[in-house]
């Protein structure tokens, strides 16, 4: 199952140089499972040709209103009543303009009205365009009206000039499509997330740190936002990139992550501890780098504070979602963890595996939760595990 399964979208393509990058979006929205019927504008198959987009969509594209074949197959409305989601990329000035407007004098702006799915809106213009009274007009009507806007990037645009205009990454746009095409069991609420390993320096070149990649805290962290919450994640040094829409801060050592969180965790309703947290550090960093000549052989080390345990002794109502990687034990170690840290459910994985756990996109886990259950999550990637993970975490503990 990939997240967007069984989901219709309709992808307005309208006039713009970007209107070639609707190639690469289409394919991306398949290959995450969804089924794509594109509709192209008389302005957008001035750019790119409905051949293309049909061989990509693999459904026949719709440039005409009054086109009396497709109109026969499936009709404007019912196109736009069995969408799941009405995308537009590139949408132009033009577009948004006609929307705010009401007015509907081609199949696409008659579908944007007729249609009761969410609509997501990506603008791509020149810059000046985008930054004009009528435009910013239009975005701010329609945002107050319910849609949703992808902002575009800034950058180098195709008429020269350099600014806010681009359409948006590809990524960005199938991500917000995904959020939207979830339901949002987590709306309004406050989720806090601790990812990836932490680095304990023993001088300037030298540090202590451990296998964790960061995928499974990333993963939960995505899961979250696209189940409705306000994400804040605190990873410590990992190779993936800042989720998007989502804020991120990036954090050293234990330390670093225990004032994170603990300040992000205040305002929290829940926070999940994916990370692999240092138990020790060396007792000090030295300021230089030790040669091996005056290196004694003996770092002595000092315990950190546990992030979790700080948090389980003063919680209020506070959800506590810790994650335990065994290598033997797996349920004795996780509900000890679980009780001795105050927490309401523990994600147990056994990390002597080699086909799951550490680096990989999979995983299989045992949820043991507070009040003495437990959840089976067969192998799985790590998203998927991250929403059953969610799911269950919202029934027990965050009811509506
Ligand atoms: N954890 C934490 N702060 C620490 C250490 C761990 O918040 N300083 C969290 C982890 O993020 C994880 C849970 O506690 O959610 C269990 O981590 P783990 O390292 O398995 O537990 P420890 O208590 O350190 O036990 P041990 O290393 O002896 O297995």
């Known amino acids: 199952m990939t997240m967007l399964s069984g989901k219709e979208i309709v992808l307005g393509v309208t006039g713009g140089i970007a209107a070639y990058?609707?190639?690469?979006?289409?394919?991306?929205?398949?290959?995450?499972?969804?089924?794509?019927?594109?509709?192209?504008?008389?302005?957008?198959?001035?750019?790119?040709?409905?051949?293309?987009?049909?061989?990509l969509s693999k459904n026949p594209v719709f440039t005409d209103l009054f086109d009396l074949i497709t109109e026969s197959e499936i009709g404007h409305i019912s196109l736009a009543q069995r969408a799941?989601?009405?995308?537009?990329?590139?949408?132009?000035?033009?577009?948004l303009g006609?929307?705010?407007?009401?007015?509907?004098?081609?199949?696409?702006?008659?579908?944007?009205?007729?249609?009761?799915?969410?609509?997501?809106?990506?603008p791509a213009m020149n810059s000046?365009?985008?930054?004009?009274?009528?435009?910013?007009?239009?975005?701010?009507?329609?945002?107050?009206?319910?849609?949703?806007?992808?902002?575009?990037?800034?950058?180098?645009?195709?008429?020269?000039?350099?600014?806010?205009?681009?359409?948006?990454?590809?990524?960005?746009?199938?991500?917000?499509?995904?959020?939207?095409?979830?339901?949002?069991?987590?709306?309004?609420?406050?989720?806090?997330?601790?990812?990836?390993?932490?680095?304990e320096d023993i001088d300037p070149v030298r540090y202590l740190t451990n296998r964790s990649s960061g995928k499974m805290g990333f993963a939960m962290a995505v899961a979250a936002r696209r189940f409705g919450a306000d994400v804040t994640l605190v990873a410590g040094p990992t190779r993936l990139p800042d989720p998007?829409?989502?804020?991120?801060?990036?954090?050293?050592?234990?330390?670093?992550?225990?004032?994170?969180?603990?300040?992000?965790?205040?305002?929290?309703?829940?926070?999940?501890?994916?990370?692999?947290?240092?138990?020790?550090?060396?007792e000090s960093a030295a300021p230089l780098k030790i040669k091996k000549e005056t290196f004694d052989r003996r770092i002595s080390l000092v315990p950190t504070e546990d992030i979790l345990s700080s948090l389980g002794r003063s919680r209020g109502s506070r959800v506590l979602v810790g994650f335990?990687?065994?290598?033997?034990?797996l349920e004795g170690n996780a509900v000890e963890k679980m009780?001795?840290?105050?927490?309401?459910?523990?994600?147990?994985?056994?990390v002597s595996r080699t086909d799951i756990g550490f680096g990989s996109d999979?995983?299989?886990?045992?949820?043991?939760?507070?009040?003495?259950?437990?959840?089976?999550?067969?192998?799985?990637?790590?998203?998927?595990?991250?929403?059953?993970?969610?799911?269950?975490?919202?029934?027990k503990f965050l009811p509506g």
């Open 21 to 55: 990058k609707a190639c690469e979006i289409v394919r991306a929205l398949r290959k995450d499972g969804a089924g794509v019927r594109v509709i192209l504008t008389a302005s957008g198959a001035r750019f790119i040709t409905p051949l293309t987009l049909q061989t």
């Open 84 to 95: 799941n989601l009405l995308l537009i990329a590139p949408a132009t000035a033009n577009i």
């Open 98 to 122: 006609k929307i705010r407007g009401g007015i509907a004098d081609d199949l696409l702006s008659t579908v944007v009205m007729a249609t009761s799915a969410p609509v997501l809106l990506a």
């Open 128 to 199: 000046q365009m985008y930054a004009s009274p009528a435009v910013r007009e239009n975005v701010e009507v329609l945002l107050e009206r319910g849609f949703t806007f992808v902002d575009p990037d800034e950058g180098e645009l195709a008429c020269g000039t350099v600014g806010p205009g681009r359409l948006a990454d590809t990524e960005k746009i199938v991500e917000m499509a995904r959020i939207l095409l979830t339901e949002k069991i987590l709306a309004g609420k406050r989720v806090v997330v601790g990812a990836g390993p932490t680095a």
């Open 244 to 282: 998007l829409f989502m804020k991120t801060i990036r954090v050293r050592s234990a330390e670093e992550m225990l004032g994170a969180v603990g300040t992000a965790a205040e305002a929290a309703d829940a926070v999940v501890m994916a990370a692999a947290v240092a138990d020790f550090r060396p």
């Open 324 to 329: 335990a990687a065994e290598t033997n034990d």
């Open 339 to 350: 009780r001795r840290k105050n927490l309401d459910a523990i994600v147990a994985n056994d």
């Open 362 to 395: 999979s995983n299989e886990v045992r949820v043991y939760f507070s009040d003495g259950t437990a959840l089976d999550l067969a192998m799985a990637a790590k998203d998927a595990i991250a929403s059953a993970v969610w799911r269950a975490v919202c029934r």
